[in-house]
């Protein structure tokens, strides 16, 4: 019996590899950013330490055990990076209003105009690709990630959807 076409194994590398491509392309951006910052809240700050800005941002709000549970830490590893992320101005511990008892962290009010610019940069990364790559292969490549987001997250947000159930653009 002869095989046609690519085995389940070549897809997954290939999708590994190219994702991998992506993924050290916004690194390069996030190193060259820090680089060039000028001192602040986030002008010393590893690309671990962005990556954590990035998750407390996305939840507004988090508690130490949620946090650590996204980083995919233990709680006291996730409180040490915590630690010198508030030290650097970077986020801010305080007291959660609906619990008192429950600490909760957020990124500080200068940090966020920083990930902000970051982000900026690298959504521009995003759109030169669309660009290049074309609308219909863009649609395709949401169309696709939309199936991935609900195999790894199910209970995300997929974003707008025409009568077809495919990704559009608002």
């Known amino acids: 019996m002869t095989q046609h076409g690519p085995t389940t194994i070549d897809q997954a590398r290939y999708i590994f590899t ?3 491509l992506i993924h ?3 690194l ?3 190193s060259r950013y820090l ?3 000028e001192a602040g809240p986030i002008s010393d700050l590893s690309v671990a330490q962005l990556h954590v800005l990035r998750i407390v941002r996305g939840c507004g709000e988090v508690s130490m055990r949620e946090l650590a549970e996204l980083m995919g830490v233990s709680p006291p590893s996730a409180s040490v990076m915590v630690d010198r992320l508030v030290e650097k101005g970077a986020l801010q511990r305080e007291h959660s209003t609906e619990d008192r008892r429950k600490v909760v962290v957020r990124i500080s009010p200068d940090a966020v105009k920083k ?4 982000e900026g940069s ?3 990364l995003f759109v030169d690709l669309v660009e290049k790559i074309g609308a219909e292969n863009a649609q395709k490549w949401c169309d696709v990630l939309a199936s991935v987001k609900v195999v790894l997250n199910p209970n ?4 707008a959807r025409d009568g077809d159930g495919r990704f559009k653009a608002h």
């Not at 990930?115 to 970051?118: L, P, S, W």
């Open 156 to 159: 995300c947000n997929l974003g």
């Open 35 to 37: 680089a060039s910052c």
């Open 18 to 20: 190219t994702g991998k």
């Open 28 to 30: 390069k951006i996030q």
């Open 24 to 26: 050290d392309h916004i």
């Open 122 to 124: 690298i959504l521009q």
């Open 115 to 118: 990930a902000e610019t970051i």
